[in-house]
């Protein structure tokens, strides 16, 4: 039995692509320690984009289901009414998402 989609994304026909690198499999990856591996191939909904070593998940379809408003129905309510609505939070989340990437990648 498949499993049925909670968050539907439309397939892109002919295939899109969203990150050019060298080709490196899953395995690889996983024993580089690295996030994310690239393989070169679409996924099933036609995004040539890396993808997570811990779900072999595409990084384009996670992406894109985070901005369904299926998924953003799904949210703690208290926390989605203050993301969309409240500026000064908007601000801390995004001033914290900035120090956290830059201390990561220095």
């Not at 909670?6 to 490196?24: H, Q, R």
């Not at 985070?66 to 939070?89: G, K, L, Q, S």
Request: glycine fraction near 4%.
């Amino acid at each position: 039995m498949a499993k049925e989609e909670k968050y539907i994304l439309p397939v892109l026909d002919p295939p899109e692509t969203f990150y050019w690198g060298e080709p490196i499999d899953r395995a690889t990856a996983r024993d580089m320690g690295l996030k994310r591996y690239f393989t070169g191939k679409p996924c099933k909904k036609g995004h040539v984009a890396e993808r997570h070593v811990s779900s072999a998940c595409c990084v384009e379809c996670t992406l894109r289901r985070h901005r369904t408003p299926e998924y953003r129905a799904d949210m703690r309510p208290i926390y989605r009414d203050r993301y969309e609505t409240d500026p000064e939070f908007q601000d801390r989340r995004r001033m914290h998402s900035r120090e956290y990437w830059r201390a990561k990648n220095q």
